[in-house]
């Protein structure tokens, strides 16, 4: 069992920015895609930005050139830095913890979830 907890979200104005965290528990990022999602009100939950085992990384054309996330293997965290934020970015942002393994993609965790603001 893996256990996912994000800090760091709030309020905050257009053009401004926020950093968000995501601690595991354990050494896992080995074995381990970590991914931000978010979900809107109404809308489907979309991957927002993730990183793979092998530190390959993919963003949502939405944030390219805005948003980066990155991995400290021995704080055990994931962290995503939001600038030049949106309303438009205004969701519940997920940390999510998926096997980097094709046979064992169904082995998924996901965190609490923190809320991201994004108004004037």
């Known amino acids: 069992q893996v256990q996912l907890v994000e800090s760091g979200g709030g309020l905050v104005q257009p053009g401004g920015s926020l950093r968000l965290s995501c601690a595991a528990s354990?050494?896992?990022?080995?074995?381990?895609?970590m991914g931000w999602y978010r979900q809107a009100p109404g809308k489907q939950r979309e991957l927002v930005a993730s990183?793979?085992?092998?530190?390959?990384?993919n963003y949502a054309d939405s944030v390219k050139g805005r948003f980066t996330i990155s991995k400290d293997n021995a704080k055990n965290t994931v962290d995503l830095q939001m600038n030049s934020l949106k309303p438009e970015d205004t969701a519940v942002y997920y940390c999510?913890?998926?096997?980097?393994?094709?046979?064992?993609?169904?082995?998924?965790?996901w965190g609490q979830g923190t809320q991201v603001t994004v108004s004037s």
């Open positions: 999510n913890a998926r096997r980097d393994d094709p046979l064992l993609r169904h082995i998924t965790f």
């Open positions: 990183i793979s085992s092998r530190d390959s990384i």
């Open positions: 354990g050494s896992i990022f080995s074995r381990y895609v």
